[in-house]
C-alpha cells in the first residue's frame, strides 16, 4: 500500500472521501475541529459530527460514536480529532463501519492502530490536518505565499463544490 503521506495518494483520498465522520469535533467556535468541519462543509463535504456531548454541531445532528453515525447512512473517512491513547478503540470501530480511510489530525499518531486499520484495508494518515491538506492540495494555500511543496504546471483540480 502507498504512503499514505505522498501528495498524490493524499490528494486521491481528499477527492474520493465526500462523507466525513469527525470524531471528537466541537461546538464552540473557536476550537480548531469546529473551524475544520465548517471548511468542509463549505468545500462541498458531508461532514458527520460524532461527539457525544452535544445534539447537533454545524447544522448537523451529532451522534455520540461512529456505529450511530454510520446508521444514518456510510462514512468514507474518519477524522480524528482524539488524543493518540483513544484511537485505538476508534480505529476498531473506523474498520467496523467499513470506512475506506482512518485520519488523525495533528499530533495524533498510533502505529498499532494503524498497522490494524491498514491490515483491514483502510488507508491512514496520520499527524496531518484535512483542511490544511486540501487547501495545500487544491489551491488556496499559495496564494497567501505559503510555500505549499507542490510544484506543478498544471492548475490542480478542484472539487465540485
Given at each position: 500500500?502507498?504512503d499514505a503521506?505522498?501528495?498524490?495518494?493524499?490528494r486521491?483520498?481528499l477527492?474520493?472521501?465526500?462523507?466525513?465522520?469527525?470524531?471528537?469535533?466541537?461546538?464552540?467556535?473557536?476550537?480548531?475541529?469546529?473551524?475544520?468541519?465548517?471548511?468542509?462543509?463549505?468545500?462541498?463535504?458531508?461532514?458527520?459530527?460524532?461527539n457525544?456531548?452535544?445534539?447537533?454541531?454545524?447544522?448537523?445532528?451529532?451522534?455520540?460514536n461512529?456505529?450511530?453515525?454510520?446508521?444514518?447512512?456510510?462514512?468514507?473517512?474518519?477524522?480524528?480529532?482524539?488524543?493518540?491513547?483513544d484511537?485505538?478503540?476508534?480505529?476498531?470501530?473506523?474498520i467496523?463501519?467499513?470506512?475506506?480511510t482512518?485520519?488523525?489530525?495533528?499530533?495524533?499518531?498510533?502505529?498499532?492502530?494503524?498497522?490494524?486499520?491498514?491490515a483491514a484495508?483502510?488507508e491512514?494518515?496520520?499527524?496531518?490536518?484535512?483542511?490544511?491538506?486540501?487547501?495545500?492540495?487544491?489551491?488556496?494555500?499559495?496564494?497567501?505565499?505559503?510555500?505549499?511543496?507542490v510544484?506543478?504546471?498544471?492548475?490542480?483540480?478542484?472539487?465540485?463544490?
Open positions: 500500500m502507498n503521506n505522498d501528495i498524490p495518494t493524499l486521491r483520498i477527492h474520493e472521501s465526500r462523507r466525513i465522520a469527525m470524531v471528537g469535533i466541537s461546538a464552540e467556535w473557536h476550537r480548531p475541529s469546529f473551524f475544520v468541519g465548517k471548511y468542509l462543509q463549505e468545500h462541498g463535504y458531508i461532514m458527520i459530527p460524532v457525544p456531548k452535544y445534539r447537533e454541531v454545524l447544522g448537523q445532528p451529532c451522534y455520540p461512529l456505529t450511530e453515525a454510520r446508521a444514518a447512512g456510510p462514512i468514507d473517512m474518519v477524522d480524528c480529532f482524539r488524543k493518540s491513547d484511537i485505538d478503540p476508534l480505529a476498531d470501530e473506523a467496523a463501519i467499513g470506512a475506506k482512518l485520519w488523525m489530525q495533528l499530533g495524533v499518531v498510533h502505529h498499532a492502530a494503524a498497522a490494524k486499520a491498514r484495508g483502510l491512514v494518515v496520520m499527524d496531518r490536518c484535512v483542511k490544511i491538506e486540501h487547501g495545500r492540495l487544491f489551491g488556496g494555500l499559495n496564494w497567501a505565499g505559503v510555500n505549499t511543496r510544484i506543478s504546471a498544471r492548475r490542480p483540480r478542484q472539487l465540485p463544490y
